[in-house]
């Protein structure tokens, strides 16, 4: 009987071995596969009310990470252009792999959820999947050079990761979050506002930014490149410190970094972040890196004789990181402990990158601190009288101490 059995197993195992190398299991060829990293979606610059889609597809290779990037330059929606994407290829691409949807700046002058539109609605792409806005263009960012040896979309990824955002140097948003804002009663949100950067000669050539996927032109309709890069040739980083703010899905206005890195501090989740404030020194003007952490931070709406009061209490911690000036020996001895000047120069910072934000926030009508949520939830009764004057009549009040980190 056991003999039985063990020729049985190995009939099985033959069969078994035989079904997998004739492909009858039914897998699609890996070498006919690929996984795309990253969509970017301009406005077409051949017809109008047309889009540009491009692809950064992962090709399987057993030694390199390599992609390709392909670009179908005018498709009616975005559907039609990943579609066209799979004609001119003869790949199979799928999207339960993309991890990023980068809109080029002109897709942010309309109501940018045109194009989201069919992200949330596919019920392959994952809601967690980021979302950003470029300078210039979502093909030619793609198209740019990594100079660390990886994808390009791994390289914006890791900009815009969960630990670039504790720093509060970027505003990092996914598509749930985004869409949240939008369809939300303040019809507000954020998105980080990427630049290229470019670097120096790393020598060698690049792969970066060539030819069309298929080595031609495909019926001169779909051009890529290799978005693996940092094998030489010029490299370029990538940064997000600025924020695109919008407002029912238009860009209202944009936050320069240090109002970025104000924002952060207040209002979401950061760790230790790093900042510049100017403080007097024996008469003299010193510019002071700051490390900081947030201890404490609350916002409150309050109505006061019938003026709303944005109120934010911050407690933070800093220490000096670096000075634009040589130290005294004692000074650099006691380097944990921070002068009262520039802790309430820090403090007075603080306040004027919020003021500045809540005057953006005021004059494009976006709600990025939630205040009409907040009226709503806490003064239901005056929500109708004060809703569409909010932003403009609401005045700050600020809480803010600084004190050294050790």
Not at 36 to 55: K, L, M, P, Q
Not at 235 to 252: C, I, N, Q
Not at 380 to 387: G, K, S, T
Request: glycine share 10%; aromatic share 8%.
């Amino acid at each position: 009987m056991n003999k039985f059995w063990s020729w049985v197993f190995l009939i099985a195992a033959g069969a078994l071995v035989l079904l997998f190398f004739s492909n009858d299991f039914g897998l699609i060829d890996i070498q006919k596969t690929a996984i795309v990293a990253a969509i970017g979606i301009d406005r077409s610059e051949e017809a109008e009310g047309r889009w540009s889609v491009t692809a950064q597809i992962a090709v399987p290779d057993a030694n390199a990470n390599k992609a390709s990037n392909v670009s179908i330059p005018s498709a009616e929606t975005v559907g039609a252009g990943i579609a066209e994407v799979n004609r001119k290829t003869g790949w199979y691409p799928t999207l339960v792999h993309c991890r990023l949807i980068l809109l080029g700046e002109d897709v942010a002058e309309g109501d940018v959820f045109r194009v989201l539109g069919y992200f949330l609605r596919s019920e392959f792409v994952e809601d967690s999947c980021l979302v950003a806005v470029c300078e210039g263009r979502a093909q030619e960012m793609l198209g740019a050079s990594s100079p660390v040896g990886e994808l390009t979309t791994m390289a914006i990824a890791k900009v815009l990761s969960s630990e670039a955002q504790k720093t509060g140097l970027v505003c990092v948003t996914n598509l749930r979050d985004f869409a949240k804002g939008y369809y939300s009663a303040a019809k507000s949100g954020y998105l980080p506002f990427l630049a290229r950067l470019p670097e120096a000669e790393s020598g060698g050539p690049s792969e970066g930014g060539g030819g069309s996927a298929d080595g031609g032109q495909t019926g001169g309709s779909a051009s890529g490149g290799s978005g693996q890069s940092g094998s030489g040739g010029n490299a370029d980083v990538f940064d997000a410190s600025k924020t695109m703010l919008f407002y029912e899905g238009k860009r209202a206005a944009v936050l320069e970094a240090a109002e970025t890195l104000a924002f952060n501090l207040a209002e979401t989740s950061t760790d230790f972040a790093f900042g510049e404030v100017v403080a007097e020194e024996n008469g003299e003007p010193v510019t002071f890196s700051l490390k900081m952490k947030i201890s404490q931070k609350s916002r409150a709406l309050a109505l006061e004789g019938g003026v709303p009061i944005c109120s934010f209490r911050i407690r933070a911690n800093a220490q000096i990181a670096d000075a634009d000036t040589a130290a005294g020996l004692d000074e650099a001895a006691k380097k944990t402990i921070v002068p009262g000047s520039v802790l309430r120069a820090a403090e007075r910072e603080f306040e004027e990158q919020l003021t500045a934000i809540l005057k953006k926030c005021a004059d494009s009508g976006c709600d990025l601190f939630g205040l009409k949520q907040a009226l709503y939830r806490n003064f239901p009764r005056e929500y109708d009288a004060y809703e569409k004057t909010l932003l403009s009549s609401a005045r700050a009040a600020y809480d803010i101490r600084f004190s050294t980190l050790h």
